[in-house]
């Protein structure tokens, strides 16, 4: 998963003044052909880390070629938050940005004109079209308030209900004789043992209790410590958010729950004792990354968060790993642990979207809807046929990764855009999927009976489908720059230096007075209400 990280405002000027360069914008590439006059687009796309240039994904160049067009690309990872800023502001923007709500509905209203309204041109975008027909919620997740289309949805399709599940070194648990923790109070004692008894047997002191992926500045995000909230009954939402969920149909905000306080104290607890890793606060998504695939066939992490055992641990190390169900905060709770719920895992806002100066509309248009075909939208997932996906009459299968140190998940995002692009898988596709999507299902069996607990129609919070006037987007963009102004320093600073006791009061009555938080549940619970007495609410729940 894409992580942003924050950079000095020097940095952000220089970054941003080179992507322009190289993109051109609209302004400077106007009506541009090359030299056997095919038409020219700039475009910028958002990537993860690993993805290869896009002048090397094979699917790409093809689609490229078969259209007659030629693409300058511009690519973005981490420090997309930070380009795009001056880059809206300045006015001067590629034909093309592509990427997981790469320009955000709040956007779209600060920025009036800047964007091409793409439900006038619904007749040149017929695989557009027939997603919205096929999933209507696609429609609604790509209009404005208005009825305006700047960005297209994506749907997926394979996904499951979260994207985060919980793992502990088995290996480890045998050696030392354990079993699978079940609360809180279990899982601190197995880690104080995991972290004094040399599980993995190296004779060193270098094992790493728990570990959990970088926290931003801009709220939670997956394979965090915050799914912990599920044991006390919250359900998060894309791992936490803004710190937004539902419960009992009110929208709330845990920020200020002292059922959050608790998940603080008892990572206190555990950071006092030296079981969190030491660098959980400062490493990036990478060396977050390469800890989890220890050293050889030497596991260093015994407790940790990610999508599937093999993405998160490498596929020397995943057997020692299980899928855990979530725990209970205590033995004698009453409390029933529930799970992180994610829409967003097959459906996505604003994954491309087109500038309204564009001088080469036509030929973005054509490739818009190229991206939504079906064996395309097949590669954009995936990756290109027949390199990464065989063909046999109509049945398509994902092959196994080329490198047999590589793991799947590792390998489809290194070798396309993956859950990064455009797309609509059709629900009538014929996939055999690879070892990582299956074993997904596998591991995520363990949250069966938490899903069981949870009640879609009060207790899920639809983050993804929520739609909002320009005025409110606005203000809830800038009361959330405020509130987590305030909030996520604290998160760091009570787990790593204490003084929640002292602090919460003060902190609470800061929040609810003075960050705008009451006011953006009063605009969200609307938003909520009108989406739950929709057709659409019911479709995908």
């Avoid at 956007?107 to 800047?114: D, N």
């Avoid at 190296?202 to 709220?219: F, R």
């Avoid at 990756?383 to 793991?407: F, H, R």
Wanted: include cysteine.
């Amino acid at each position: 998963m894409v992580k942003f990280n924050k950079w000095g405002s020097v940095v952000l000027v220089a970054a941003a003044t080179l992507m322009l360069s190289a993109c051109g914008g609209s302004s400077s590439s106007a009506g541009e052909k090359t030299a056997d006059g095919k038409p020219v687009l700039t475009a910028i796309v958002t990537t993860h880390g690993l993805t290869k240039s896009n002048d090397r994904i094979e699917w790409l160049n093809r689609l490229q070629k078969k259209l007659g067009i030629k693409i300058k690309w511009e690519k973005a990872s981490s420090d997309w938050g930070q380009k795009k800023a001056p880059m809206l502001a300045s006015g001067d923007v590629p034909d093309l940005l592509i990427g997981p709500n790469v320009v955000t509905d709040d956007e779209f209203g600060k920025y009036k004109g800047l964007f091409e309204d793409l439900s006038k041109d619904m007749d040149k975008l017929p695989n557009v079209k027939q997603m919205f027909t096929d999933h209507p919620e696609t429609k609604v997740l790509a209009q404005q308030s208005g009825g305006a289309i700047y960005g297209v949805s994506k749907y997926q399709r394979f996904w499951p209900k979260s994207a985060t599940r919980q793992y502990i070194n088995k290996k480890w648990l045998d050696k030392l004789g354990l079993k699978e923790p079940t609360t809180w109070d279990e899982l601190y004692n197995v880690l104080l043992a995991f972290k004094t008894k040399d599980p993995n047997g190296n004779g060193k002191a270098d094992e790493i209790p728990m570990d959990w992926s970088p926290v931003g500045t801009g709220g939670f995000g997956y394979f965090q410590p915050m799914v912990l909230l599920a044991s006390t009954g919250i359900v998060p939402s894309e791992g936490g958010n803004q710190g937004y969920y539902v419960e009992d149909g009110q929208v709330k905000n845990f920020f200020t729950d002292s059922r959050y306080k608790k998940v603080i104290e008892f990572l206190r607890k555990c950071w006092t004792a030296g079981l969190i890793n030491p660098k959980a606060f400062s490493q990036d998504y990478s060396q977050y990354q390469s800890t989890g695939r220890g050293k050889g066939n030497t596991a260093l992490v015994g407790f940790s968060w990610g999508w599937e055992a093999s993405d998160r641990f490498g596929s020397a190390l995943a057997s020692q790993y299980a899928s855990i169900a979530p725990l209970k905060m205590s033995a004698s709770t009453s409390v029933k642990p529930v799970w992180s719920v994610e829409q967003s895992l097959n459906y996505n806002r604003n994954m491309i979207v087109l500038s309204a100066k564009s001088k080469n509309k036509k030929a973005a248009l054509k490739f818009i809807n190229a991206l939504y075909g079906d064996e395309t939208s097949l590669q954009v997932l995936f990756g290109a046929i027949p390199e990464y996906i065989s063909k046999k009459d109509d049945t398509y299968t994902v092959l196994p990764p080329k490198d047999k140190a590589v793991d799947p998940g590792t390998w489809k995002w290194t070798n396309t855009w993956a859950d990064n692009g455009p797309m609509y898988i059709r629900d009538n596709l014929k996939v055999n999927l690879g070892t990582d999507m299956k074993s997904v299902v596998e591991q995520d069996k363990a949250l069966s009976d938490a899903y069981k607990n949870i009640n879609p129609e009060t207790q899920v919070y639809p983050v993804t489908f929520l739609k909002y006037s320009d005025a409110d987007n606005t203000t809830l963009a800038n009361n959330n720059t405020v509130l987590l102004n305030q909030a996520m320093p604290k998160f760091a600073q009570w787990i790593t230096k204490g003084g929640i006791d002292k602090d919460w009061s003060g902190y609470v009555q800061t929040l609810n007075n003075k960050s705008g938080v009451k006011q953006n549940l009063k605009i969200m619970q609307k938003a909520y209400d009108k989406y739950e007495k929709s057709d659409i609410a019911a479709s995908i729940k």
